[in-house]
């Protein structure tokens, strides 16, 4: 199949869909707009108009504000976009991401956004999708990355909280703000844990889930607390921002503990100077990977970012067509 007939391809904006005449996740501002999720790196003001997963939509609006136009689809819906049929799917990323499936009666394109393939409480999980073309992430697109039992690392946690009230320090808990926070307080929800303090950043996005009508437990806010207030024992959760800084010294005694994929690898614990690392991620490991693209039954497959190189090298050796395109998303991780 030639170029030409491609369903999505790589421009300065983003990804694009000639036929459709829209783009997904773009980079720079753009006519219309298909919204994987609400990471910074995905959506971004600017747009005409956004198209979202309904689950999503509080939290787009809470990224994007009031006065952008959005229309918002439920799972599955199918919608026309210019020459394509699309609809929305879950991802398992966070709340209210999508995969997006791109129809054209002669083919069919899924592009997967984040995904994982682990059990969330917090969103829905990742809905494996037949397609002709598989547009998939690599954060994580290496051997060496395999994630634990999120409920056990979650029980790790508070024994980590435990020894640090024994020895009268904080336990203060990197993560970040928006999906990966919100999964902890579920899981540590369901172990009863001891009520735990919010960095300002943190609430928000607490409060945004709580918004889109997700469970989660009561949380207290650093700022409520007396500036003095004793926090030994107490777990605090933080963005990474706040590493090195001096809103950590409020706290008088404690240890800095980070929850991601990363701190799979000691050498990451090591050089960001932290304590403890929480095996957590909000993106597939490298089974999970290799099983989605197999379940896909995709003919052909495209990585975007993180470790695509030795995803697409480790598939093509095994005779599927693979490639890379390079695109501007980061990683919240």
Known sequence: MSSQDDLVVLRPEGLYC????????PWRP???????????????PGMGRYHCARPGLSLLRWRLGED????????????GLGGVEVSLHPAGHVLGSAQVRIDDGRQVWVASGDYKRQPDPTCAPFEPLRCDTFITEATFALPVYRWPDTAAVAADILQWRAECEARGEAAVLLCYALGKAQRLLAELQRLDAPTVWLHGAIANGVRAYRDAGVALPGCET????ERRADAAGRLVLAPPSVAGGTWLR?????QLGFASGWMRLRGNRRRRNLDRGFVVSDHADWPALLATIEQTGARRVIATHGDSDALIRYLQD????????????GDEE
């Open 222 to 225: 650093v700022a409520e607390q």
């Open 68 to 79: 952008a136009v959005i229309e918002a689809h439920d799972y599955g819906q199918r919608f």
């Open 30 to 44: 753009v006519a219309r707009a298909v919204i994987t999720h609400a990471h910074g790196d995905h959506a971004r």
């Open 250 to 254: 409020r706290f008088g005694h404690w």
């Open 18 to 25: 000639p036929a459709g005449d829209f783009h997904i996740d």
């Open 318 to 329: 095994r005779g599927v067509a693979a490639e890379t395109f390079r695109t501007g998303y």
